[in-house]
């Protein structure tokens, strides 16, 4: 039995949701800013048949999912085939934005749990989701693995983009494992709240993994959006929901 079967896709229209993100309807400013982000997309793909792009950020709260959601779906809007991927397994969310289950996703794939890539439709065709599935004991070893490898050999051959939604830089590894299987990365920053130090921080660990940074997405430059984009991660503290303690050289920078 192969790891992963080959057949299309399929693509059907699914529910609406209330979550923040690009649509036909969002204003006009802020379509245009994602179709400016798309365009120099195009022109840093490295000539690849399907550029892989993670969506990252230094730190929680700095609205990565949404803008993730919101770039795939611009994608799809200009006739590509898109599919995102919740690589984000310790706090998945990007099932939410399209209000379906997380489950049979990411983990179980990587785990070898499941033999079937379960793609999740979406209300734009061209825009297909995985979600992370059940949250593993192991994301940073599932994403750095040879199974990670062949799930993206694999999707490459029916879409035209892919973009990984993955946990912030400074907080976790997960995001910095897969930059040898990936096109770049786009740095997420939320304007008024993302700190010179941090993004740094980001950037120096990416570098460290040979990770190529195609650009960085600002938040939010007028400081009224802090709702809209920081929806899921202004509940948490910056170090605690992913398990993590604060590092010793954060705690005496006072960070």
Do not use: W
């Not at 982000?37 to 950020?57: D, Q």
């Not at 040898?180 to 990365?185: D, L, P, S």
């Amino acid at each position: 039995m192969r790891l992963f079967p080959k057949k299309q896709p399929k693509r059907a229209a699914h529910g609406h949701s209330e979550r923040p993100m690009l649509s036909v309807g969002s204003p006009f400013a802020i379509k245009e800013a994602y179709n400016s982000i798309r365009t120099k997309l195009i022109f840093t793909g490295k000539g690849e048949k399907c550029p892989v792009f993670a969506v990252t950020s230094s730190l929680s709260g700095d609205g990565k999912t949404t803008t993730a959601v919101s770039l795939a779906v611009s994608i799809a809007m200009a006739d590509q085939r898109v599919l995102l991927i919740d690589g984000d397994m310790r706090k998945p969310s990007v099932h939410r934005y399209f209000n379906t289950e997380c489950r049979n996703g990411l983990s179980e794939i990587l785990a070898g749990l499941s033999s079937e890539i379960k793609l999740r439709p979406t209300d734009n065709g061209n825009l297909s989701i995985l979600t992370a599935g059940q949250i593993p004991p192991n994301p940073a070893e599932l994403l750095g693995s040879r199974q990670m490898d062949m799930l993206l050999d694999y999707v490459r051959q029916y879409f035209d983009y892919v973009i990984i939604d993955t946990p912030p830089v400074n907080i976790v590894t997960d995001a910095t494992v897969i930059a040898g299987k990936i096109t770049g990365y786009i740095l997420v920053v939320q304007s008024g709240k993302s700190h010179v130090r941090d993004l740094s921080d980001a950037i120096h660990q990416i570098e460290e993994m040979n990770g190529s940074i195609v650009g960085a997405i600002l938040n939010d430059p007028d400081g009224c959006g802090e709702a809209h984009y920081s929806y899921h991660y202004n509940r948490y503290s910056r170090y605690k929901y992913y398990g993590e303690s604060i590092p010793d050289s954060k705690r005496q920078r006072g960070g």
